[in-house]
């Protein structure tokens, strides 16, 4: 047991004395839309897009990146439950900004240890032993934050199993005031079609 587990788990004791009928939630969400964003911490996309249990489907990943893994659970989202409307949101400030893939490459060629940065970087200062599997990974780093959003949307838009009648929208979240900030070219290219 740890510290943390404890307080994980005192802080869901609180959360179920309240639960009241958010068991019989169904399993469709209400609003009928989806919400692909980033797993940094900062962001609650229960806050800032004004959702309570049972509105929306989240998808989190590092970066709020358009992978495989997010486009399927899209894909789940609207051909078994129903979503009508997808929202791609990246942010300010985003630790996928600060590494491209050889530099994760590289420091998981060095050690399995966690990195540090600092102004020249990204610094590995474990111990191996590391692994070169890093080399064959795509890490879908980010170096164009608004053309990272148009390149998500533009992949879920052109997605074989994706209805063009979905709109998909794109937006940048302002670590720094809170604002969803809308990306023009995203949504011209999320736009629904007929």
Same mark, same amino acid.
């Given at each position: 047991?740890?510290?943390?587990r404890?307080?994980v788990?005192?802080a869901?004791?609180?959360?179920?004395?309240?639960?009241?009928?958010?068991?019989?939630l169904?399993?469709?969400?209400?609003r009928r839309? @989806?919400?692909?964003?980033?797993?940094?911490?900062?962001?609650?996309?229960?806050?800032?897009?004004g959702?309570?249990?049972?509105d929306?489907?989240?998808?989190?990943?590092?970066?709020?990146?358009?992978?495989?893994?997010?486009i399927?659970?899209?894909v789940?989202s609207?051909?078994?439950?129903?979503?009508?409307?997808?929202?791609v949101i *990246?942010?300010?400030?985003c630790?996928?900004?600060t590494? !491209?893939?050889?530099?994760?490459?590289?420091?998981?060629?060095?050690?399995l240890e966690?990195?540090?940065?600092?102004?020249?970087?990204?610094?590995?200062?474990?111990?191996?032993?590391?692994?070169?599997?890093? *080399?064959?990974?795509?890490w879908?780093?980010?170096?164009?934050?608004?053309?990272?959003?148009? !390149?998500?949307?533009?992949?879920i838009?052109?997605?074989?199993?994706?209805?063009g009648?979905?709109?998909i929208?794109?937006?940048?979240?302002?670590?720094?005031?809170g604002?969803l900030?809308?990306?023009?070219? @995203?949504?011209?290219?999320?736009?629904?079609?007929?």
């Amino acid at each position: 047991m740890t510290k943390l587990r404890d307080e994980v788990m005192a802080a869901n004791a609180a959360y179920t004395a309240d639960f009241g009928d958010k068991g019989n939630l169904p399993m469709p969400p209400g609003r009928r839309f @989806a919400v692909l964003t980033c797993m940094d911490a900062r962001l609650d996309p229960a806050r800032f897009a004004g959702l309570i249990e049972g509105d929306a489907h989240v998808i989190r990943n590092a970066g709020g990146r358009a992978s495989d893994d997010a486009i399927r659970s899209l894909v789940i989202s609207y051909k078994l439950l129903g979503t009508r409307e997808w929202f791609v949101i *990246h942010h300010t400030d985003c630790g996928m900004e600060t590494f !491209d893939n050889d530099t994760m490459a590289g420091l998981l060629t060095s050690s399995l240890e966690t990195a540090s940065v600092e102004a020249d970087g990204w610094h590995d200062h474990g111990a191996g032993p590391g692994s070169v599997d890093g *080399h064959f990974v795509q890490w879908l780093t980010i170096s164009d934050r608004e053309q990272a959003v148009v !390149d998500d949307v533009r992949r879920i838009r052109s997605h074989p199993l994706v209805p063009g009648r979905i709109p998909i929208h794109g937006m940048i979240y302002d670590c720094g005031s809170g604002r969803l900030l809308e990306i023009p070219e @995203a949504d011209r290219a999320g736009a629904a079609s007929a």
